[in-house]
């Protein structure tokens, strides 16, 4: 019996002691990957070896890192705590940026402020403020903290990303001496000499913007495509700044490419920087990709229009869309209206609510020729739509048309029988003609329905005294 355990013991060690070889084996491969920049398999290799060791720490740290480069902060949150909780030296840090990247910010800067008080003047965690600000929205905080970091260590990586937060700050002067600067350094480093292209493009800088791509080239054919994967899989996970970084260098490496120039544009809409996006979306939509199709829709021919012209495109659609609203936002409203107009051309869209969208869009610019020709391709593709034959009623009145305001005003009055408005405009209409009962039958009617108008109990006091 004795023997039986004693031997049953040996086995169970056995086990344990060929598991954690085979663990550690793994997490070696790992690091291993990790240099040979083979994030992937990095992270796959660690895995397994957390599985069959989860309470080894330093493999958890290992794999919060190989996570993180692979574009996984997501994922790099949970072993990076484990990693914490047993004291793992840069553990910290790993969870912070894990933290900043996912937009999880208030824990984040909790860490941070534990960290610096620990060591006031350590840059990692200075750096990692700065990217925590920026996430957070404020990028003139952001560059006080960078600013800091390179006071430290004035690395040409490090004065790199300073470049792109002074351009995230809008102070491009700025971002274009600390880029120079950071060329001059001569890094080797692939993501600061990321940063400094993107600067340059910002910058509309092409003569130095080329010549940090050249640098960027001599490190292989492969740096040109991860750019765009890692602005791909930042947006996945939320990380919004880090996807507009990435896509800003995607685009610098390749400023021919419509299609990330497009993307970028949108990113830059979605952070309410319309001049940007105005930027980018125009550039993009002049590339030869989608150039033919954005040149016919602008040269549309209002008085000879055939709406399907043969040069759809859905993604030249989609960044005209993307384009009105940014010009829209911006206060632009023709160059809204033109765009809204030109996506819906080359998306071969016929959606009567659309081309409505349009015409008030013209009509807000002023141009009611545009305004009342959009507004007849709705009524054309819907005689009963309520919204184009209220449109077209107010844009005659506005115009003194009054036979034909009347006109759709009645068909409106059809459509939306006791509408306030339709009563309001067409009764006006009608105690212009004189025509003082058909006025008031169609205030009796809307008050009936909308007995809270004053409007309406108002016009109906006007012609009763």
């Not at 910290?92 to 060591?119: H, N, P």
């Not at 002074?166 to 102070?171: D, K, L, N």
């Not at 960044?319 to 160059?335: D, M, N, R, V």
């Amino acid at each position: 019996m004795g023997a039986h355990v004693s031997r049953a013991a040996l086995a169970l060690v056995a086990v344990l002691v060929l598991g954690g070889c085979g663990a550690k084996k793994l997490a070696k491969q790992g690091e291993t990957f990790l240099t040979e920049g083979r994030t992937t398999h990095a992270a796959r290799c660690y895995r397994k070896a957390c599985e069959k060791r989860p309470t080894k720490s330093s493999f958890q740290l290992g794999y919060a890192r190989a996570l993180l480069a692979d574009g996984h902060p997501d994922d790099a949150v949970a072993p990076a705590r484990r990693a914490l909780a047993e004291e793992e030296d840069g553990a910290a840090a790993l969870l912070i940026e894990a933290l900043v990247r996912t937009g999880q910010v208030d824990e984040a800067r909790a860490l941070i402020k534990v960290a610096l008080e620990a060591q006031p003047a350590n840059p990692d965690f200075l750096e990692l403020s700065a990217r925590e600000f920026l996430v957070r929205g404020q990028p003139r905080q952001a560059v006080v903290a960078m600013k800091k970091v390179v006071e430290i260590e004035p690395t040409g990586p490090r004065i790199a990303y300073l470049a792109w937060l002074f351009a995230r700050a809008g102070e491009m002067p700025r971002a274009l001496e600390a880029a120079e600067r950071a060329f001059a350094t001569q890094t080797d480093d692939v993501a600061a000499l990321g940063d400094v292209a993107a600067v340059f493009l910002l910058g509309e800088r092409a003569a130095q913007r080329k010549d940090t791509v050249r640098e960027l080239q001599s490190h292989g054919a492969e740096v040109l495509e991860q750019w765009t994967e890692q602005a791909g899989r930042a947006q996945q996970v939320g990380d919004q700044e880090g996807a507009l970084r990435a896509m800003t260098i995607s685009v610098a490496m390749r400023p021919d490419d419509g299609e990330n120039q497009g993307l970028l544009g949108q990113m830059f809409l979605a952070r309410g920087e319309f001049a940007r996006a105005i930027q980018f979306l125009e550039s993009a939509l002049q590339t030869d990709v989608y150039r033919v199709s954005w040149e016919q829709a602008n040269s549309y021919d209002e008085d000879n229009a055939v709406h399907t012209m043969g040069f759809e495109n859905e993604a030249a659609a989609s960044f005209c869309h993307a384009l009105a609203s940014a010009h829209e936002q911006a206060g632009h409203k023709p160059q809204a209206a033109a765009a809204m107009r030109a996506s819906l051309l080359i998306g071969g869209n016929d959606a009567p609510d659309l081309w409505l969208e349009v015409a008030r869009l013209y009509a807000d610019a002023g141009d009611k020729k545009a305004a009342a020709h959009a507004a007849h391709y709705a009524y054309g593709k819907d005689a009963r739509h309520p919204g184009a034959l209220v449109f077209l009623m107010q844009l005659y009145a506005s115009v003194g048309d009054a036979q034909q305001a009347i006109g759709y005003g009645r068909m409106a009055w059809q459509v939306v029988p006791g509408d306030p408005l339709v009563a309001l405009t067409l009764g006006d209409l009608y105690e212009r003609r004189n025509e003082a009962l058909a006025a008031r039958e169609l205030y009796v009617i809307a008050l009936q329905q909308h007995p809270d108008v004053g409007a309406l109990r108002a016009a109906l006091h006007r012609i009763e005294n």
